[in-house]
């Protein structure tokens, strides 16, 4: 299964969230809805989860394994990064 598309939406609002996430797997099944969450650590990612009757939030699609989900955080980080550093050279470009 290879990353076929990964669409950033940056936040800019108070808080930890950074920005919201799609991945599209083989251009056939995307996954709405991820968070990049700035922690005490670095980023990391949040996958869509949703709140249940008991009120704790769970996963409604996460990867099973850890490798699965270190090479998926590592895409998504890695795009978010150039949409920082491209966002950063047109405001450099504007002035």
Do not use: C, W
């Not at 991820?34 to 869509?48: C, R, S, T, W």
């Not at 249940?52 to 850890?66: L, T, V």
């Amino acid at each position: 299964m290879q990353i076929t598309d990964i669409r950033v939406r940056k936040i800019d609002k108070e808080g930890k969230m950074r920005a919201v996430v799609s991945i599209t797997f083989d251009n056939e099944f995307v996954v709405h809805d991820i968070k990049v969450i700035e922690g005490d650590q670095g980023l990391f990612i949040a996958m869509p989860s949703r709140k249940a009757a008991d009120g704790e939030y769970r996963d409604i699609a996460h990867p099973i394994n850890s490798d699965t989900r270190a090479s998926i955080q590592k895409a998504i980080l890695e795009k978010y990064e150039a949409v920082l550093k491209e966002e950063g050279e047109e405001e450099k470009t504007v002035d």
